[in-house]
């Protein structure tokens, strides 16, 4: 029994009913737009799970090293309870193929490195990813920085692996080794070690991971993703790296690309004008790799993966998921671009070599405080030598670094 009468059910409603057409209509378009938000969705996790599966295909494809593993291993290295995790990027310009074999003399013309017989790692960034939640920062390290080498006097930081590379595959040639690949093989990774030992030693931190992409690498990768977006202030070139630049934006890619984060003269500041290019091309970079179609695009990612295969080099303990979340990172924002305090630029030391000298207790000091709850402001521009060098020989003052504004840079 009811109390009145019962409402018409909608089906029952008359076809030119008010309240039936505007039913009607909510019911289409909630359907509609359930089914939108379901094709969305299937379309975001369909997505996802290719890139999934192809990170798996990437991590099987990476050469790896124990080199970290044996730096860890020293008695001076620093505690893993520093209050971070740390990833040391290398930027390695190697001659030869992961599996020790020289490059063909057309790839190291496409490189502008045949001229060349000494192997630099002129990309040193340190990301720091703090455990209590806080802001990540890329630490770059100036490739001139003077400091002391396990095994060695002192050398700029960037010959670090070159230097114990060289001397380990002396002494492998001395013992009687012939194998050229496992000449080259034991000698990359005692350089690697001796590298990481470096790095710790002068920012205070243990490096946890890992991770180095070759020249041939890097060329490959903006091969693979059509080019990087960049902008300059002014028209640049730098007939030593290969650098002939217009004003204004640009994409660069291949040996264009190398050109681009390899030149050092033109620039303000010399090597610190060089780590703002290598600081502005990777969040580029990584914005086009994650914004840009590249990931739901199966050739441009076999050709990353290709490239991949050929010239990254992690330890075993770092996923490619992990470089993954750090670039996203990087592309958003998220992850402050810093650079090391240093004294002075543009010194010279025994050999004649202009260095960046720095106070390593204050580099410490800064690298460190990174992973705070209240980390340290970037370091003031640092002075210019402009007196009596390392050697006692006068120098030229070549200017304040300057400050450049995205989007466009010197």
Known sequence: ??????????????????????????????????????????????????????????????????????????????????????????????????????????????????????????????????????????????????????????????????????RVAERLVAGGESDREKIERESDSAGRTALVQTVQNLTGVRIDHYAEVTLYGFYLLTEAIDGVDVCLNHATSDPDSGADFRRGPQTVRGGDAVAFVRQRKGLPGGDLGRIVRQQTFLASAMNKVLSGGVLTDPGKLDALESAVSKTVVMDPGLHFLDLVNQAQALASGQVGFVTIPVTGVGARNDRGQSVITVDSAAVRAYVGGLASANPPPAPPPPPVVTGENLMGKRLLNLGAPARVAAPCID
């Not at 893993?80 to 740390?86: L, Q």
């Not at 806080?134 to 001139?144: L, T």
């Open 1 to 166: 029994m009811t109390d009145g009468p019962t409402p018409a059910a909608a089906d029952d409603r008359p076809e030119n009913d008010p309240e039936s057409r505007r039913h009607g209509r909510v019911s289409v378009w909630l359907v509609s737009g359930r089914t939108a938000l379901a094709l969305l969705s299937a379309a975001v996790l369909a997505a996802f799970a290719v890139v999934t599966v192809r990170i798996d295909d990437f991590q099987e494809s990476v050469t790896t090293t124990d080199a970290l593993a044996e730096a860890q291993k020293q008695a001076d290295a620093p505690s893993a309870d520093d209050g971070a995790n740390d990833i040391l990027v290398v930027g390695s310009d190697t001659r030869t193929d992961l599996q020790g074999r020289p490059l063909s003399a057309r790839v190291l013309r496409e490189l502008r490195t045949e001229a060349t017989d000494t192997i630099n790692t002129d990309t040193l960034i340190v990301l720091r990813i703090p455990h209590n939640g806080g802001k990540s920062h890329a630490i770059s390290i100036p490739r001139d920085t003077y400091v002391p080498v396990p095994g060695h006097r002192e050398e700029k930081i960037n010959g670090a692996f070159g230097v114990t590379k060289a």
